[in-house]
């Protein structure tokens, strides 16, 4: 097989990337490790920036968004039992869309199944081959071995992919930061516990109220990352969560079964540079974000808005946006990074902390909430800094 791009991922930013360059009649085949109803089972992120929506909608892909999303314009801060609301639209002029990552996934399929778009599901053994020369990509499929031929290769195949490993380790440089806790997530088919998203600091650990609809809720408990799940039976989890958020919302709010849940590892990474030759690192691949403030799945869109305008602007006899796709990904990446890791530290606890650090923190939460100029700069972050 032949195609000008080879995506090697079929997440939001592999099928983002397939999606905008056939609307700039750019050829291109995605190669996806797991089954689509894998793909499309994975609950992930919740929260959209603005330049997300408005890159859906600019693509087309925005008639669910804008019938069944929920625009919110803050969010609200707990500490110590009392909540305060952060109101990124006085602030910003921005608001943000909450709307899950799996409906955008959904409608990414939808669209690129209208266009008769390639997506080869449970590609295995997928390798990247003369990124410096003349690309080619081999996968195994039903027992037999493929081969696709292509100008350049997108590595849109997140943090365990292979793309990123391809690059030799003289050229890559990475950086780690990992977290002592994870999040326990649960879904469930419950009325949200307010109108809009709570993040609570609390001195058992961090939680956030956060929901996909006014009738799915998403909840989420610091906890350690080893922790077997068995131990956080629906009782744990409701008793642990209550306990965290202001007692007026945790009295309130409507609990019942758990449909997901499960614990993920909270780390910050970053590879650098996100371009090797023909290959390109894209989202999860190039860089891992905790989850606090709910940058992963608009990063890695904004990555695929630079690297799908270099490789439109190559073929209309442009290379400059080749060039630069990386530091201009990563100038964006940094910043996102900074963001989450502040947001990540401010709200949980450390096992290392002591009087001093929480303290600090306390002081900072007091800040954020009677400080007009912290509230602005937590609002634009949060909203979604330029492109
Ligand atoms: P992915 O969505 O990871 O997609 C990569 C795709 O590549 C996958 O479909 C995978 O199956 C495929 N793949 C992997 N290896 C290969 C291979 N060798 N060959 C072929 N295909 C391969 N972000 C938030 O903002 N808020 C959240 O609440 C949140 N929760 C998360 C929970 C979990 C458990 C995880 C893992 C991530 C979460 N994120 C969250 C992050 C967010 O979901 C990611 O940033 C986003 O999915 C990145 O999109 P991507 O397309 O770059 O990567
Ligand atoms: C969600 C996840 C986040 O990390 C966040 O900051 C906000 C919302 C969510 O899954 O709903």
């Known amino acids: 097989m032949r195609t000008q791009v080879c995506i090697i991922g079929g997440g939001p930013s592999g099928l983002m990337l397939s999606h905008l360059l056939h609307r700039a009649g750019i050829d291109s085949i995605v190669l996806e490790r797991r089954s689509r109803e894998h793909v499309l089972g994975r609950i992930r992120a919740g929260v959209l920036e603005r330049g997300t929506v408005a890159m859906l909608r600019d693509a087309?892909?925005?008639?669910?968004m804008d019938a069944q999303g929920q625009p919110h314009s803050g969010t609200c801060l707990a500490v110590r039992n009392r909540g305060f609301r952060v109101d990124f639209e006085a602030l910003t002029g921005a608001q943000v869309m909450v709307w899950g990552q799996t409906e955008v996934t959904a409608d990414l399929y939808a669209a690129r199944d209208a266009a008769g778009g390639r997506i080869v599901h449970e590609a295995e053994e997928v390798a990247i081959h003369d990124a410096g020369g003349t690309p080619h990509v081999t996968y195994r499929k039903d027992g037999a071995e493929h081969r696709v031929d292509c100008d350049w290769i997108a590595g849109c195949d997140g943090f365990h992919g292979v793309s990123r490993r391809t690059i030799p380790a003289t050229v890559l440089r990475t950086v780690e930061r990992v977290y002592p806790f994870g999040w326990l997530g649960v879904l469930s088919r419950t009325k949200p516990a307010a109108p809009e998203l709570i993040y609570a600091s609390h001195a058992d650990g961090f939680a956030l109220a956060s929901m996909r609809s006014d009738?799915?809720?998403?909840?989420?408990?610091?906890?350690?990352?080893?922790?077997?799940?068995?131990?956080?039976?629906?009782?744990?989890?409701?008793?642990?969560?209550?306990?965290?958020?202001?007692?007026?919302?945790?009295?309130?709010?409507?609990?019942?079964?758990?449909?997901?849940k499960s614990i993920a590892p909270l780390r910050s990474f970053v590879a650098e540079p996100m371009r090797w030759n023909r290959l390109f690192l894209v989202g999860d691949a190039a860089h891992i974000v905790p989850p606090t403030g709910a940058k992963g799945l608009n990063l890695a869109i904004s990555d695929v808005a630079y690297l799908s305008d270099a490789l439109i602007r190559h073929y209309g006899g442009e290379d400059d946006g080749i060039a630069t796709y990386s530091d201009r990904a990563?100038?964006?990446?940094?910043?996102?990074?900074?963001?989450?890791?502040?947001?990540?530290?401010?709200?949980?606890?450390?096992?290392?902390?002591?009087?001093f650090e929480r303290r600090m923190k306390q002081a900072e939460i007091d800040y954020l909430e009677h400080s007009e100029a912290a509230q602005t700069v937590m609002a634009e972050n949060y909203v979604g800094l330029p492109l």
Request: negative net charge; proline residues 6%.
């Open 60 to 64: 087309g892909l925005s008639a669910r």
């Open 215 to 260: 009738t799915l809720s998403r909840y989420y408990i610091q906890a350690p990352t080893d922790d077997p799940l068995e131990k956080w039976t629906d009782a744990a989890f409701w008793d642990a969560l209550r306990r965290r958020l202001p007692s007026e919302v945790a009295e309130a709010m409507e609990i019942g079964p758990s449909i997901e």
């Open 330 to 355: 990563l100038a964006r990446v940094w910043k996102a990074t900074r963001f989450s890791w502040w947001f990540t530290t401010l709200m949980h606890r450390f096992p290392e902390d002591g009087a």
